[in-house]
């Protein structure tokens, strides 16, 4: 990786973010999913949560146990997620498939109700998360390696975390949200350079905002 620019070459000859690792794993992400537009409340939802649980981890960890977190968490439908009592609790800290925290088993439950309710508010999941994409006056000028290391959360990231926790939401800090805001497409954080960051920026110039 050149430390001056945050880009790492890949097997394939082509430049992208650092932060893969050239993993074959987490390069598909990387090209595939990560800074993608999302509208669609089940991934939104999701991606909080796993974002709650990694936590004091890696995402890479949490990455490989995705299947397994889909499969314990009822392929994280809130409607569903939401009735889960404490018996379910007890069972999931037995899974061995996925990250056995009680506080947060018990936050991805609890954050079900509330985007039933959330959902309920505004219409849906998206349509509330995306009302707080920041304008371009908003964004740095240049997204290098130096900006998104001198920047792990925003204002606002701080912003939707405090109207989340507001709304009784939990594990959902500004850090934690600025990275659902960059893996679901509210910003574009490809590096300058890296292959993808045109091709995301098509994307969210072609995507339709849920309103």
């Given at each position: 990786m050149s430390e001056k620019t945050g880009l790492i070459e890949g097997p394939d000859g082509a430049m992208r973010c650092f932060w893969h690792g050239n993993d074959d794993f987490y390069r598909r992400y990387h090209d595939e999913e990560w800074g993608r537009p999302?509208?669609?409340?089940?991934?939104?939802?999701e991606?909080?949560?796993?974002?709650?649980?990694?936590?004091?981890?890696s995402w890479i960890t949490i990455l490989r146990k995705r299947e397994n977190f889909r499969e314990a968490f009822d392929n994280f439908h809130f409607d569903r997620l939401a009735l889960f009592t404490q018996r379910d609790?007890?069972?999931?800290?037995?899974?061995?498939?996925?990250?056995?925290?009680?506080?947060?088993?018990?936050s991805a439950i609890n954050n079900a109700r509330r985007a039933r309710e959330l959902a309920d508010e505004a219409g849906s999941l998206a349509a509330w998360f995306w009302r707080f994409?920041?304008?371009?006056?908003?964004?740095?000028?240049?997204?290098d390696h130096a900006t998104l290391t001198a920047n792990p959360k925003t204002s606002?990231?701080?912003?939707?975390?405090?109207?989340?926790?507001?709304?009784?939401?939990?594990?959902?800090?500004?850090?934690?949200?600025?990275?659902?805001?960059?893996?679901?497409?509210?910003?574009?954080d490809h590096?300058?350079?890296c292959v993808c960051r045109p091709v995301v920026e098509l994307e969210r110039e072609q995507f339709k905002r849920p309103r």
């Open positions: 999302v509208a669609d409340d089940r991934r939104l939802f991606k909080i949560c796993l974002e709650g649980f990694q936590s004091g981890l609790v007890e069972r999931l800290l037995t899974n061995a498939g996925i990250v056995r925290h009680r506080g947060k088993i018990e994409e920041p304008g371009p006056e908003e964004r740095p000028k240049v997204v606002t990231s701080t912003l939707i975390s405090k109207e989340l926790k507001k709304r009784g939401w939990s594990f959902v800090g500004p850090t934690t949200v600025y990275a659902f805001m960059q893996a679901m497409g509210l910003v574009n590096i300058e350079g």
